[in-house]
């Protein structure tokens, strides 16, 4: 995951590959399967901004 999966205005995380038969995969049935987002909880989204700023 690169940093440019976190989208920190709206606290989602973008997803866009799939796990299928025990491998990743960018391809799925469609755009939709493979892009997608998850909400980020305020802590979280504080936990992985303190950890950008150290790993930077």
């Known amino acids: 995951m690169g940093w440019w999966h976190v989208d920190w205005v709206a606290q989602r995380l973008r997803v866009r590959n799939a796990y299928v038969r025990g491998e990743h995969s960018g391809e799925g049935k469609s755009d939709e399967s493979t892009r ?20 930077a």
């Open 36 to 55: 997608r987002s998850l909400p980020v909880a305020d802590e979280a989204v504080d936990v992985l901004k303190d950890w950008k700023e150290r790993s």
